[in-house]
């Protein structure tokens, strides 16, 4: 797989973010570590010509995309050290001298294999491919893609009109045609960016999410959840720099000496409107991805190690992210205009993902009746500018989730997808209890079931 946020050279990276670096133990694993890149970009560079040998080749643009991070993590400019060599010399001022030169060589080997890689896949690998399309659907689904569409261009109606408008600042309203933006949401989001409450400072933005996870634990254990007392704990981080725009969460070890994290990328930024970042962290944090995916590894004696490690189905856990959203909505954590109005352009990108993934992966005619382009075939440059039109997010972010996109088809769909299933099972649970239905036992069992495909998690949670 080639792509701006889930490739082997990006699990490489993302090992050493979770990795301790307290002791002297600690940095001489990671030392060895560091050695093994290269090895390990290699392996990834052999499975990429096999694929050219085949013709199983990725898209350009995402391959253009990872070109342009590699060049990001290998330094260079300035004699700007590369992303390895900045971390091993993050903190090893106390550790022996000895330790110091090595840490300091591998990193520069792990920087040269980046290098390596970098010219490598823009020398042979760039040039113009056919993308990969729908088979990759079924793995991010386990379930097909067909039907999908039709519910979910009237859920982007729907939530288009479900939100106040101010009047303000249409600053964001990026490449939308003349006047498009007046009187509307994107109007009211755009005035949020410059006039709403907002976090100052990369440090204080990672503290302000940590105590709105935080607070969000209090609130809900021993209401709506049942907490371990090791699950309780998240930690809130900002993301390395070289990535993909969107935030996202890592699970914690198996035994949970190292918590759960959510990262935030920040890309320069040092000012962060709140109505963009409450309704994610309670995706990405509490009670999203943390709780789901903490609390397998707490049961995990309950399931195969498969489905307490590896065993994901990304439609699952990003259908209970989603459906943590929607909760927070429902108990009234977003009491204010800002935080709704946050929410609600958050289910609006979900939808769109729905529509475009689907739409220009199988090339896809829209709808007659759509006021956008109808009865044209679906494109990646159409998606982006259907997109950009429903979404208050910068034309960066929408640059880099279209990459996403059309890196990894099928994924994308998964959130609604997955936010309706679990939905219908807490509607059947619901009503086959009736008044006894118990939304704490309900939460926890659904909870603790593993990774399940989406027909299975309908049919288990049904029944609780």
């Known amino acids: 797989m080639v792509s701006n946020m889930r490739s082997p050279a990006h699990s490489v990276r993302m090992v050493f973010t979770v990795m ?20 390990a970009f290699d392996g990834y560079r052999t499975s990429l ?46 550790l022996p001298a000895e330790l110091r030169a090595e840490l300091a060589a591998a990193a520069r080997g792990a920087t040269a294999a980046v290098v390596s890689l970098r010219d490598w896949m823009r020398d042979v690998y760039a040039p113009p491919s056919p993308t990969r399309r729908t088979r990759w659907a079924a793995s991010a689904t386990s379930a097909g893609p067909a039907s999908s569409t039709a519910p979910t261009w009237t859920s982007t109606r729907r939530t288009r009109t479900a939100g106040p408008s101010t009047t303000g600042s ?44 935080d607070e969000a634990i209090e609130a809900l254990d021993g209401h709506h959840f049942e907490l371990a007392e090791r699950v309780r704990r998240v930690e809130s981080r900002i993301a390395p720099p070289g990535g993909a725009a969107a935030p996202y969460y890592t699970g914690p070890s198996e035994d949970f000496s190292r918590p759960g994290r959510t990262w935030l990328p920040v890309d320069g930024t040092t000012r962060f409107p709140v109505y963009d970042l409450v309704s994610t962290w309670y995706h990405e944090g509490v009670p999203g991805h943390h709780l789901q995916l903490a609390q397998w ?49 958050g289910q609006m990108m979900r939808a769109c993902r729905v529509i475009v993934d689907i739409g220009m992966h199988l090339g896809l005619e829209i709808p007659a009746e759509s006021p956008f382009h109808p009865g044209e075939r679906w494109t990646p440059e159409l998606a982006q500018e259907f997109f950009q039109l429903h979404s208050s997010r910068p034309p ?11 890196s990894m088809p099928g994924q994308a769909i998964g959130y609604k997808l997955g936010e309706r299933a679990w939905l219908l099972g807490r509607a059947n649970a619901r009503a086959a209890h009736g008044e006894a239905f118990d939304a704490k036992a309900w939460h926890m069992a659904a909870l603790s079931l593993g990774p399940l495909g989406l027909d299975d998690l309908v049919d288990e949670i049904s029944r609780l």
């Not at 391959?63 to 050290?81: N, R, S």
């Not at 929607?326 to 800002?338: I, K, Q, S």
Request: proline share 6%.
């Open 20 to 39: 301790p670096t307290v002791t002297e133990e600690d940095w001489t694993a990671v030392a060895a570590r560091l050695r093994a890149v290269p090895a």
């Open 49 to 94: 010509a096999l694929g050219l040998e085949r013709k199983l080749f990725a898209g350009p643009r995402p391959t253009a995309t990872f070109v342009e991070q590699l060049t990001e993590w290998a330094g260079g400019d300035g004699g700007k050290p590369g992303w390895f060599e900045e971390f091993a010399a993050a903190d090893p001022a106390t």
């Open 396 to 406: 960066s972010f929408v640059e880099s989730e279209m990459t996403r996109y059309l």
């Open 170 to 213: 249409s600053a964001r309203c990026g490449p939308r045609p003349s006047g498009s933006c007046r009187g509307g949401p994107w109007e009211a989001l755009a005035h949020l960016d410059e006039h709403g409450t907002h976090i100052e400072g990369v440090e204080e933005v990672r503290v302000w999410l940590q105590g709105l996870m």
């Open 297 to 345: 590894v707490h049961v995990a004696d309950r399931l195969s190690r498969y489905q307490a490690t590896i065993g994901k189905v990304s439609a699952n856990s990003e259908g209970w992210a989603l459906y943590a959203e929607r909760l927070m909505d429902e108990l009234g954590f977003l009491p204010d205009a800002e935080r709704r109005l946050g929410y609600l352009d």
